[in-house]
């Protein structure tokens, strides 16, 4: 992997020496791309290294003994650096990381994971501090999350929930139809944030709709459902009984 942008300067925390080696085996393809400053086998000596070596990217297991990766995020004073998080299996913390566009590894690590995440990292290193600092302000209450975060050529876009009136699939692609008329196109397919929307009290009322229950105003004779900006969405005939009780207890 070329890097015009220099040596990523990175620090291992993880409790587990097998998962430290298995990551540095990885690294071992990168040599000339990236440094290991430190590894670190507790959470506190994390912190330790993060504040001494100020580096550009960290490794973070997110299961510790002594502290979770959350929460040694969260005690550190500055966060401006990337995180790859690596986990055996936890959903909310999956949820929480892929809904604010940072990456994470699945114990075992694949190389062909590995390389996507640190490629993405090199692509992206410049607005994932910002996408940090926002995964730990939402993490520190174990609930759905309330904010997406969409990567835009521009910069990033953060969708509150509450603007989100309905999710459009185009192809490969989602349509976030938001308050006011605007509209935000993601690069990702709709079934990527189905089960984010689910959490949120959104339903699906067809193939290719997914709408807030909160923004529906009625629904038509013509099994359309009007929502809040005057805008109708066909309603599928399995769903319609599913909808209409969502209304009822509204």
């Known amino acids: 992997m070329s890097n015009s942008i220099g040596t990523v300067r990175a620090v291992i925390v993880d409790d587990d020496a097998f998962s430290r080696a298995s990551i540095l085996k990885q690294l ?17 000596e994390g912190m330790e290294a993060i504040t001494t070596h100020k580096p550009d990217l960290v490794f973070l297991d997110i299961q510790m003994k002594d502290m979770n990766g959350f929460a040694m995020l969260d005690a550190l004073p500055q966060r401006d650096f990337g995180v790859i998080f690596t986990t055996s299996h936890d959903a909310y913390a999956i949820r929480a990381i892929r809904y ?12 062909s994971e590995f390389d996507a995440a640190l490629g993405h990292y090199i692509a992206n290193r410049a607005v994932l501090p910002a996408r940090l600092e926002r995964l730990v302000s939402e993490s520190k209450e174990r609930e759905a999350p309330r904010t997406l975060v969409i990567p835009m050529r521009d910069g990033d876009r953060h969708l509150r929930v509450a603007d989100i009136i309905r999710c459009e699939a185009d192809r490969n692609y989602t349509l976030f139809h938001l308050k006011r008329g605007e509209r935000v196109m993601s690069s990702k397919p709709l079934a990527t944030y189905e089960e984010f929307l689910a959490e949120n009290d959104f339903l699906r009322v067809h193939r290719s709709h997914i709408v807030n229950v909160a923004h529906i105003r009625s629904v038509n ?7 809040s900006d005057e805008s109708k969405v066909e309603v599928s005939r399995r769903r319609r009984g599913e909808i209409m009780n969502a209304l009822k207890t509204r």
């Open 28 to 44: 071992g393809r990168y040599e000339d791309a990236v440094h290991v400053l430190a590894e670190c086998a507790s959470g506190a």
């Open 221 to 227: 004779a013509m099994d359309e459902i009007v929502l």
């Open 100 to 111: 604010s566009a940072l990456d994470y590894l699945l114990k075992p690590i694949k190389p």
